[in-house]
């Protein structure tokens, strides 16, 4: 099983890191990906940050790939992208507080990955920080 994982924050990786733990095995493979804007500092750093707490907490995966895009665009596009490269079978994300409840809900990112992802997307519930 090939399971690729779009993250943004270290707090979104470790709630997938959650729901992976339960599921992926030694002989699967896990490609985490992070989208930031070229010239964004801070996001870099986030997304360099929450790609190394997915190498720590998959340490029982034998292979963790993970890959930080440039990109203005749209990161679903990119998850999609990396996708149908990497030919995963399983798409993870997470939900994001959005609600003025404070209630999980999906962003406009996840959206569209929902609507256009031709393979299974597995949405995780947002972080409780």
């Known amino acids: 099983m090939h399971y690729l994982v779009g993250t943004a924050s270290v707090h979104t990786t470790a709630a997938i890191c ?12 896990v490609t ?6 070229p010239s964004d500092a801070t996001a870099h750093r986030d997304a360099t ?4 707490v997915a190498r720590v907490r ?8 993970t890959e930080c895009y440039e990109d203005d665009g749209e990161p679903a596009e990119r998850l999609l992208e990396a996708a149908t490269t990497v030919d995963a079978d399983e798409l993870v994300i997470a ?3 959005g609600l003025p409840d404070g209630s999980p809900t999906v962003g406009s990112s996840a959206q569209a990955v ?16």
Do not use: K
């Open 18 to 29: 959650d729901y992976l733990e339960t599921r992926a095995t030694a002989a699967d493979t």
């Open 32 to 37: 985490v990906v992070a989208v930031v804007p």
């Open 49 to 52: 940050e929450a790609l190394n």
């Open 58 to 65: 998959l340490g029982t995966v034998d292979t963790v790939r």
């Open 95 to 97: 939900a994001v507080d």
């Open 114 to 129: 929902l609507e256009e992802a031709t393979l299974p997307v597995v949405v995780v519930p947002s972080p409780t920080l």
